[in-house]
């Protein structure tokens, strides 16, 4: 892994909040990216299996943290998933609608149908999607992209058009 | 060797369905492992046919009958909804086909055959309920086992639901006649990476739990991890601290489950794996072995190849009866250390309260039980266990759990990668050892 160039490029201590979806109850991909996320120099909040969208949204209200990275496997993704981001891009605290979202893993029942789940995870307001394929360095340049505190795109007014 | 306590027969008067560990009880009599899928369909005439073709096999065999994830989470409106529209689920909706839909279904499955019912709730009182109105009285499950791994219930919550639904399913199966039967499923936590002592020490506790609520009839399990010497060990470990902590006049017997964590890919690997799990079962003395099948890596599997894998089982099972399998008997096993451990960590729970409800709560909220990899707030979550060089199951990071040896894990350290190792570990071993045509060697022998 190319720790050493991409390390550079992203700001110390990220702290990440890592989650799942609410219908999947998987979690040794959520200890595999806790500790993949401690070994790239991030601080991981994990909030375990099966994890209901308020709750999420009020431990990003409360932690503040840098990034939210949601990996799910159930197949359920691209439903719940999109759900909880609209949600959470709609809501009325700034910072809380504009933190930057990462979502990965088996996104829908069949793989083949992927590129097409992850346009529209993009499109319903996640920063970043990945399939299944991805590889660690992929996670590590997209926390690469992030600036803590300010970063990611305001997409309140995106999420407010749906 | 602790043979396991055996019951008066429970007569099953014309019709009824048999009791489970009557019907275990009469196999091991024969030498006869008894074998059982996981299977669960949505539509009561398929669920039957299913059961009728469990019943049908060449193997000696149990029925199952799995609910579906919206049954088990309690959410039985959407089961509802699906089975109004005739949606396929994952399972059975137990809860929500009447109960005479349900009976007149399994009056068309022959009653000489146990049907056990699997489901993975957290709060299992309307899955037991389900039951109760239509004449089954198995189960399994339990406050620790099916809260920590799976769902963000608290663990005191789990607990105190559990006992009202033991208390309930006995008071039921007692007024009907019936004897109720629960089988723990502590011995299986998270499928893979927790090694055998605290799944041993869980099996046993959880079995205490039940009996403490009424249960007279129960089944401990233990899922087969990764050296077959080892789980060998294990059983022979359960065995005898069942015979130690389970009070007399309690019917029991132990229950191995095929591997539970990532699957081999290849058929040839998966039954490889299937097969060794066999040997294991019956040289470690365990009377009943939940199969898994050569689709388990790809999708939920077929009627057909579930009883594939029945029969196959059951014939790896018998040929494990004989001198060309070599693993040893458990009364030739050193088990000594799994069940010195696994003893000191019931001890220390016991110690924590009378009541084993309240006790595997305090238990790990202080971190005297941790289980390795668990997410749960109410689970520490500072032990790690470890593939040892010699593929034996090894504390890499113990916590705050009394453990009484000091080595072991030699100081591994889990990284992301070594995690991902070892979780492959099995499904690479044996996709490979099918490759060269060959048993994986360090895994049936015993370590020098």
């Known amino acids: 892994m190319s720790e050493t160039s991409s390390t550079a490029l992203r700001p110390p201590n990220l702290h990440v909040l890592l989650t799942t979806v609410s219908s999947d109850s998987h979690t040794w991909n959520l200890v595999y990216l806790q500790l993949l996320l401690e070994e790239l120099g991030c601080q991981v909040t994990n909030l375990g299996a099966c994890v209901p969208d308020a709750l999420l949204i009020d431990e990003v209200r409360r932690i503040r943290p840098d990034a939210v990275v949601c990996s799910t496997v159930n197949g359920h993704g691209h439903i719940d998933g999109a759900r909880m981001i609209r ?23 069949a793989g083949d149908r992927d590129p097409e789940l992850l346009a529209e995870l993009l499109e319903a307001g996640f920063t970043t999607v990945f399939t299944d394929q991805a590889r660690p360095e992929d996670l590590d340049l997209a926390l690469g992209r992030l600036q803590p505190g300010t970063a990611g795109r305001p997409r309140a007014a995106l999420a407010g058009a749906r | 060797m602790n043979a396991p306590r055996t019951s008066d027969p429970v007569a099953a008067p014309g019709g009824l369905r048999a009791d489970l560990q009557a019907f275990v009880e009469r196999a091991a009599a024969r030498d006869v492992l008894v074998v059982q899928p996981r299977m669960g369909m949505t539509d009561p005439e398929a669920m039957g046919a299913g059961l009728r073709a469990v019943a049908a096999t060449e193997a000696t065999t149990v029925g199952t009958i799995t609910v579906d994830s919206y049954t088990r989470v309690g959410d039985l409106t959407v089961a509802e909804t699906a089975v109004r529209k ?40 309307h899955v037991f309920e389900a039951m109760s109105t239509t004449g089954l009285y198995a189960s399994e499950g339990g406050p620790v086992s099916y809260c920590l791994p799976y769902s963000r219930m608290p663990l005191a919550e789990a607990a105190e639901a559990w006992s009202e639904a033991c208390y309930r399913l006995t008071e039921e199966a007692a007024a009907h006649g019936r004897r109720a039967h629960l089988e723990t499923f502590g011995g299986c936590m998270l499928g893979q990476l927790c090694p055998p002592s605290l799944l041993v020490a869980l099996s046993v506790l959880e079995a205490m739990f039940f009996v403490q609520r009424g249960l007279r009839s129960v089944s401990l399990s233990y899922a087969q991890q990764t050296h077959a010497v080892q789980d060998v060990e294990a059983l022979a470990a359960l065995g005898a601290l069942a015979d130690e902590y389970l009070p007399s006049g309690i019917a029991w017997h132990s229950v191995l489950y095929t591997y539970m964590g990532v699957y081999p890919r290849t058929p040839e690997g998966a039954r490889l794996l ?28 077929t009627v057909e190849e579930n009883i594939a894998a029945l029969e196959f089982a059951s014939r790896a099972a ?41 006790a595997l709560h305090r238990s790990f909220r202080h971190g005297v039980l941790d289980v390795p990899y668990c997410l749960h707030r109410d689970n520490a979550g500072r032990a790690r266990g470890a593939i040892a060089a010699c593929g034996r199951l090894v504390w890499a990071a113990r916590g705050s759990m009394p453990l009484p040896w000091r080595e072991n894990g030699g100081g591994v350290r889990v990284t992301s990668d070594r995690l991902l190792g070892m979780l492959q570990h099995t499904a690479r071993t044996h996709d490979h050892a099918a490759l060269t045509r060959r048993a994986p060697r360090a895994r049936e022998l015993p370590d020098g």
């Open chain 2, 274 to 301: 299937l097969e060794s799990s066999a040997r294991v079962a019956v040289r470690g003395g365990a009377q009943r072995l939940i199969v898994k099948t050569v689709a388990e890596a790809h999708r939920i599997p």
């Open chain 1, 87 to 109: 949600w959470l891009r709609a809501d009325p605290d700034p910072a809380v609608a504009t933190i930057p979202v990462i979502i990965g893993g088996k996104l829908g029942i």
């Open chain 2, 86 to 125: 005739g949606l396929a689920l994952n399972g059975y909706p137990i809860a929500t086909h009447r109960p005479e839909v349900t009976r007149a279904m399994l009056d068309r499955v022959p009653a000489a055959v146990p049907v056990q019912v699997r489901h993975g709730s957290a709060d299992p009182r």
């Open chain 2, 318 to 358: 018998a040929g494990a009866r004989t001198e060309e399998c070599a693993l040893p008997w458990a009364w030739e096993a050193d088990y000594s250390r799994i069940h010195e451990e696994a003893r000191a960590l019931i001890e220390a729970a016991l110690e924590a309260d009378s009541d084993v409800g309240a």
